[in-house]
T-cell receptor, first 114, second 112 residues
Framework: AQSVTQPDIHITVSEGASLELRCNYS??????LFWYVQSPGQGLQLLLK??????LVQGIKGFEAEFKRSQSSFNLRKPSVHWSDAAEYFC????????????FGPGTRLSVLP | ETGVTQSPTHLIKTRGQQVTLRCSSQ?????VSWYQQALGQGPQFIFQ???????GRGNFPPRFSGLQFPNYSSELNVNALELDDSALYLC???????????FGDGTRLSIL
C-alpha cells in the first residue's frame, strides 16, 4: 500500500528566509503528487500538483516543488517566506489507477517568526 | 464558480447517536470524497463516490456510510457514534478519482 512521510512535524523560520518542507512517498509506480495547505479551522487548499513532465512544478503563493524519482521525494520550497504562510502543510499521493484513493502525510506545521 | 460547501459547521453529539453530514460539490465535479481528520493528524480517507456509486473505501467500519445524489452532492452518515469519532470531517470534490481535490471547510464533530 502506498504511504507518505513528512519527516518534520514542526518547522520555524524567520520571515524572509527560504523554506523547504520534505515529503517522501512509497509506491510501486509514479503516483500523482500534491501539496496542500491548511489554515487553522479551515479546509485544505491545493498549492500545486505533479502528474508528469517537468519535475519542477510551480504553484500558487510563490511555492514550487521538485519531484525526484530516485529519492521518492516531492519537496516543497519557497525562496522567501511571508508571515501569512504560517499553516499546516500536507503532502498527498494518488495512484494512477482509477478508483484508488488519496493518501495524505501527517503534515508539517510551519511557524514564521517576525 | 461555487466551491465545496459543507453543513453544519459544528455539531455536538453523544455516544450511540447517529449523525448526517452534508456536502455540496463544486460545480462541474462528479466525484466526492470524505475524509476524517483527527486533531494533529492528516486527513484519513473514508470513501469516495463517483456518479452515485461508492468508488473506493478506506479502513473505516460499516457504521460509516454515504450517499451521492444525482446533482453530485453527498452525505456522510455515522451510526452508533463513539468518542473516537470526534474529528473534523472534510468533503472534497474533483473531476475524477485521481484529479486535484477541492476541499470544503469541514464539519467539526464533537462526541460527548
Amino acid at each position: 500500500a502506498q504511504s507518505v512521510t513528512q519527516p518534520d512535524i514542526h518547522i520555524t523560520v524567520s520571515e524572509g528566509a527560504s523554506l523547504e518542507l520534505r515529503c517522501n512517498y512509497s509506491y510501486g509506480a509514479t503516483p500523482y503528487l500534491f501539496w496542500y495547505v491548511q489554515s487553522p479551522g479551515q479546509g485544505l487548499q491545493l498549492l500545486l500538483k505533479y502528474f508528469s513532465g517537468d519535475t519542477l512544478v510551480q504553484g500558487i503563493k510563490g511555492f514550487e516543488a521538485e519531484f525526484k524519482r530516485s529519492q521518492s521525494s516531492f519537496n516543497l520550497r519557497k525562496p522567501s517566506v511571508h508571515w501569512s504562510d504560517a499553516a499546516e502543510y500536507f503532502c498527498a499521493v494518488a495512484p494512477d489507477n482509477y478508483g484508488q484513493n488519496f493518501v495524505f502525510g501527517p503534515g508539517t506545521r510551519l511557524s514564521v517568526l517576525p | 464558480e461555487t466551491g465545496v460547501t459543507q453543513s453544519p459547521t459544528h455539531l455536538i453529539k453523544t455516544r450511540g447517536q447517529q449523525v448526517t453530514l452534508r456536502c455540496s460539490s463544486q460545480s462541474g465535479h462528479n466525484t466526492v470524497s470524505w475524509y476524517q481528520q483527527a486533531l494533529g493528524q492528516g486527513p484519513q480517507f473514508i470513501f469516495q463516490y463517483y456518479r452515485e456509486e461508492e468508488n473506493g473505501r478506506g479502513n473505516f467500519p460499516p457504521r460509516f456510510s454515504g450517499l451521492q445524489f444525482p446533482n453530485y452532492s453527498s452525505e456522510l452518515n455515522v451510526n452508533a457514534l463513539e468518542l473516537d469519532d470526534s474529528a473534523l470531517y472534510l468533503c472534497a470534490s474533483s473531476s475524477g478519482s485521481n484529479q486535484p481535490q477541492h476541499f470544503g471547510d469541514g464539519t467539526r464533530l464533537s462526541i460527548l
